[in-house]
């Protein structure tokens, strides 16, 4: 079955330190890659997107992601998180016109 | 440009009773998508329509789940009756038909008792 694996649950980080979400999916072939984050009673809000082109892609608010395609996978990061940056955080995945298969999400509480 | 309505925010049911749940996409979107988030998971795709037809049911339990999409603009997604496992926030999301990028709703957070 197709599925996304997120390896994180919740992580605790302090402000500015490095923050690196792996995200790993089941398919073979072409998909798009999303990162969506839902902050404290907010809606769900894409970060960031991969279609094509670079496999290094730059979102929203210093986020960016590298997708390996030899490893599967789609890891987001930023070099320095603020308090501001508390949220979940889900990857997801299609394949071209498919259903977008969502991870089972990634808490990041960051302390002040 | 207004974002994906839904409504109602909140709604708390006996098991065994019926609901159903609103979403106004963003215009122009010709697809919408109605998705299931129970407590510590993703969201899961229950309803996936293109305009007016249904693209993806296949992981609505069709025995008390229906949706339609009159006019290929507003949608109504509706339990009947409810159980408790349905508990979940319901999501509605809207896109162009192409590049696959998704805009969420607020969604309904629906609790069964």
């Known amino acids: 079955a197709q599925s996304v694996s997120q390896h994180n649950h919740h992580v605790i980080l302090s402000e500015a330190a490095s923050l690196e979400l792996g995200c790993n999916y089941s398919?073979?072939?072409?998909?798009?890659l999303f990162w969506y984050v839902q902050y404290p009673g907010q809606h769900l809000q894409l970060l960031l997107k991969y279609f094509s082109g670079d496999p290094l892609v730059k979102g929203i608010k210093g986020f960016e992601a590298e997708f390996i395609k030899s490893k599967f996978s789609f890891n987001l990061r930023k070099p320095s998180v603020q308090w501001s940056d508390t949220a979940e955080y889900f990857c997801?995945?299609?394949?071209?016109?498919?259903?977008?298969?969502f991870g089972q999400g990634t808490e990041l509480s960051v302390k002040p | 440009e207004a974002g994906v309505a839904q409504s109602p925010r909140y709604k708390i049911i006996e098991k065994r009773q019926s609901v159903a749940f609103w979403c106004n996409p963003i215009?122009?979107?010709?697809?919408l998508y109605w998705y299931q988030q129970i407590l510590g998971q993703g969201p899961k795709l229950l309803i996936q329509f293109q305009n007016n037809g249904v693209v993806d049911d296949s992981q609505l339990p069709k025995d008390r789940f229906s949706a339609e999409r009159l006019k290929g603009v507003d949608s109504t997604l509706k339990i009947q009756p409810a159980k408790l496992e349905d508990s979940a926030v319901y999501l509605c999301a809207s896109s162009l038909e192409r590049p696959y990028e998704q805009y969420f709703g607020p969604g309904t957070r629906l609790t069964v008792t």
């Open positions: 398919y073979g072939g072409t998909v798009n």
């Open positions: 997801a995945v299609n394949r071209k016109g498919g259903k977008l298969i």
């Open positions: 215009s122009g979107h010709a697809t």
